[in-house]
């Protein structure tokens, strides 16, 4: 069955750093997604992708985020200066359909020390 | 403004009980999406319903969407451990123009089932 794959899985940066979380998404979608979930808590939405430009974005996806298609196949988020609150499990998905169930990665958990 | 609540936050049972998570939300519903995440796991689709009414069922779980697409239930018949993890309804809010809006999760049932 087709994944949606992140790497890394895990991690770990200071405080101030910038990271980039990767994510290839299932080949034949068309809508891609960010989404994080804080130990415990809901799964919260980021952004939304389609068309090579962000169709959506929540109040979280602040100017210290940003998402790219650089190629046909990666899909990635970066966060210019990591805070410690910016410690979470980071979550790809995509879908084929912009209404549609979504397919989600196996998520990086990234800790901000 | 739009929201989603669901309800219970935690439920445990017995194995070979019953399981019942309810989504509710303030405004009409175009459709809600049903996930399950294991622990330690990544949200994982299950279903969606588009219908008023709508009642799909899949092995031991039955998904309903209510008459007014004001709320929505997952129920789980004689629970095994396999079934251990949390459940989310999600839907979309906010929709506007060309975007399909945010697939908001609700809060999540975590169910545990003691064998």
């Known amino acids: 069955e087709p994944e949606v794959t992140q790497t890394p899985s895990h991690q770990v940066t200071q405080m101030g750093q910038e990271v980039i979380l990767r994510c290839v998404p299932i080949s034949n979608h068309l809508y891609f997604y960010w989404y994080r979930q804080i130990l415990g808590q809901k799964v919260e939405f980021l952004v939304s992708f389609y068309n090579n430009e962000i169709s959506e974005k929540s109040e979280i996806f602040d100017d210290q985020f940003s998402v790219e298609r650089p190629d046909g196949s990666n899909f990635t988020l970066k966060i210019r200066s990591t805070k410690l609150e910016d410690s979470a499990m980071y979550f790809c998905a995509s879908s084929i359909r912009g209404r549609g169930g979504y397919t989600f990665g196996s998520g990086t958990r990234l800790t901000v020390v | 403004g739009q929201q989603v609540m669901q309800i219970p936050q935690y439920q445990h049972v017995q194995e070979g009980e019953d399981f019942t998570t309810y989504c509710n939300s303030s405004?009409?519903?175009?459709?809600i999406q049903w996930y399950k995440q294991r622990p330690g796991g990544h949200p994982v689709f299950l279903i969606q319903l588009v219908k008023s009414g709508e009642v799909k069922k899949q092995k031991r779980l039955t998904f309903q969407f209510g008459e007014a697409k004001k709320n929505s239930s997952l129920h789980i018949t004689a629970t095994q451990t396999t079934d251990v993890g949390t459940y989310f309804c999600a839907v979309f809010l906010n929709a506007g123009g060309t975007s399909y809006g945010k697939l908001t999760f609700g809060q999540g049932t975590i169910l545990t089932v003691h064998p």
């Open positions: 405004t009409t519903l175009s459709n």
